[in-house]
């Protein structure tokens, strides 16, 4: 018998398991698939939101940094496990996982009859500004980064060219 249920527990690994169960007359649920979403998608879908405590440690003259995180949700909603792939320091990571720990996603639906376990990358900013400091989501910060000109000189619209045909 032990033979019969480390075979079932090994397609249930491959998510197979639902053919073996009625030949050993065992109840056995399918393995989950994970899916991946963008960022974006992975927010749209947080029902309940707990924001990161700041973290008062040196910043070294740095005014932001940032911290990105892993998540997996499982089928119920609840977060199911938060690793961290990128933070300036140990204090800023476990403000992080923290947070999430709290956090509550819309329940995500069955592909056929495997649940599904929704995972997704979530980005954080601490922003420092005065004796303050602020945690800023992607959509609250606007673009980050550098601004790379094409050309040398201002930018010409249809407009402005059409005014000016010679130049």
């Not at 720990?101 to 056929?112: E, R």
């Not at 990358?121 to 601004?147: A, H, I, N, Q």
Request: aromatic share 8%; proline share 7%; charged share 20%.
């Amino acid at each position: 018998m032990k033979i019969a249920l480390t075979i079932v527990r090994l397609f249930a690994l491959f998510g197979c398991a639902e053919l073996l169960a009625p030949m050993y007359g065992q109840e056995v649920s399918p393995a989950p698939v994970t899916t991946y979403t963008s960022e974006s998608v992975f927010r749209k879908r947080v029902k309940e939101i707990v924001r990161p405590e700041c973290v008062a440690e040196p910043t070294q003259g740095q005014s932001a940094q940032v911290v990105v995180a892993r998540t997996e949700v499982g089928p119920d909603g609840r977060v199911l496990y938060t690793a961290i792939l990128e933070a300036p320091s140990a204090a800023h990571a476990d403000s992080v996982r923290q947070a999430i720990s709290h956090w509550i996603f819309d329940a995500n639906p069955n592909i056929g009859t495997r649940p599904q376990i929704m995972a997704g990358k979530l980005t954080f900013y601490f922003v420092r500004s005065g004796d303050g400091c602020t945690v800023l989501y992607p959509s609250e910060v606007g673009y980050v980064g550098r601004w790379t000109a094409t050309r040398s000189g201002p930018a010409r619209t249809a407009s402005a060219a059409a005014r000016s045909p010679g130049q």
